[in-house]
């Protein structure tokens, strides 16, 4: 199986993301976590590739993988100093789960932020997602906070969301690569 390869989204796959991120919201709504709505909303896709901080990864010509890499994350992480970059909707099709993409993914986006000069890689997810968490804090990520947020498009109950949030350190990893 030939190594994924990282490219920034296109306006012309905003398909591809948006059906790998509902692909993720389905199976996660099967296992009762109220994270993203499915199906995910293309308009907050094509925003974010519009802005031109989304990712595909692609294995042998397919698109496997995604996330965003924001450079502020206020809604979430309040007012900071320019010091880090934030993960968001990251997810790995259903057919790559296992092979440790997702992680590799993350591996990628700390070298991106490091590259940028800045110190941390953040990222959140919702504070009941136990499985994501340990996820997470098995790659080397702190827990840092939980925070009650309103965010158009995440879970599908109305109301504040409780998000944990988390962080590492920005920097190239020796443990996976693309």
Known sequence: MAAPTVTRATEAETPLVNALLSEAAGWLADRGVDQWPHPFPENIVRASVLRRDT??????????????????????????????????????????????????????????????????????CGADNTALRAFYEH?????????????????????PWTASLYQRRAEASERRTL
């Open 139 to 159: 790659l080397g990520f702190e827990h840092v906070d939980d925070v009650e947020v309103t965010v158009p498009g995440a879970g599908t109950a109305p109301g």
């Open 55 to 124: 990712y595909l990864a692609w294995r042998d010509g397919d698109p496997v993988g995604t996330l965003a890499v924001y450079w502020a994350d206020a809604r979430f992480w309040g007012d900071r100093p320019p010091d880090a970059g934030y993960v968001h909707r990251l997810a790995v099709a259903r057919a790559a789960r296992g092979d440790g993409l997702g992680a590799r993914l993350l591996d990628w986006a700390g070298e991106l932020v490091a590259a940028r000069g800045r110190r941390w890689l953040r990222l959140d």
